[in-house]
């Protein structure tokens, strides 16, 4: 066998040559024969048809001729691909949220999100974000309660293929604080918060005034009759 460009023996002991020992004719009967070969594929290989080729003879005395036949495997790239961004950082919260892509063409299982020990950001918390599946070309977000710093922050993700491999891929994240800084979103979100709040305690006092007050002229006039 001759496992062309795309393809290459996953044993390095595994001989290219396999010989079948005996007569492989019986009269009126038909006989398979099954020559195993284990192959991996070369990580420059493209997607689709790929070739190998397989030469063979009779091994009678004095035979040399060899013939040969092309056999296609079709591959597919099973590993996949990401973009990732720093989405929003909100102070008020230390919620540190970074925003996921699937570039590639294979959908994946039990997507996880890692953010390792480092200098530039300090997690609170679980280091972990279990996201779930994602299909090709969709996104998703993953939050963690951090404290980061200016600069590149490392992030590991592993998923499962389609074939139920479990891989990871390391990824470069960059953070800039200025982006982040004094936003209405983070910095004024709780003071609106506190503000509804205040509005509806003071609207229960006026409340219970008027209606107490109400009440004592009620039980006032009473009196008079």
């Known amino acids: 066998m ?4 795309s393809f290459s023996f996953a044993d390095s002991k595994d001989s290219i040559l396999k010989v079948l020992s005996g007569s492989t004719y019986t009269q009126n009967y038909k006989t398979d ?4 070969y284990t192959l991996k594929v070369n990580d420059d290989a493209l997607d689709g048809n790929q070739e190998v080729k397989v030469y063979y003879n009779s091994g009678a005395s004095g ?10 495997i079709n591959v597919q790239d ?4 990401f973009e990732v961004h720093v ?3 909100d ?3 230390n919620t540190l949220t970074f925003e996921i892509l699937n570039i590639a063409k294979v959908d994946v299982k039990a997507l996880t999100v890692e ?7 300090k997690i609170k918390g679980a280091k972990f974000n279990i996201v779930g599946d994602l299909d090709s070309n969709s996104y998703t977000t993953a939050d963690f309660e951090a404290i980061p710093k200016d600069g590149n922050m490392t992030l590991q993700i592993s998923y499962t293929d389609k074939s139920n491999v479990r891989r990871s891929v390391e990824k470069q994240v960059m953070f800039e604080s200025k982006y982040f800084e004094n ?10 918060t506190i503000w509804i709040i205040v509005l509806v305690v003071i609207g229960l006092l006026v409340f219970w005034y008027l209606k107490r007050k109400k009440k004592k002229k009620l039980m006032a006039e009473r009196r008079k009759h």
């Open 2 to 5: 001759d496992p062309e460009y």
């Open 33 to 36: 024969w099954l020559i195993p």
């Open 63 to 72: 035979t040399t001729n060899m013939f040969s036949q092309a056999l296609d």
């Open 78 to 81: 099973s590993r996949a691909d």
């Open 87 to 89: 989405k929003n950082y």
């Open 91 to 93: 102070y008020t919260t």
């Open 115 to 121: 953010v390792p020990d480092q200098e530039n950001v």
């Open 183 to 192: 936003r209405a979103s983070s910095q004024g979100g709780s003071s609106i």
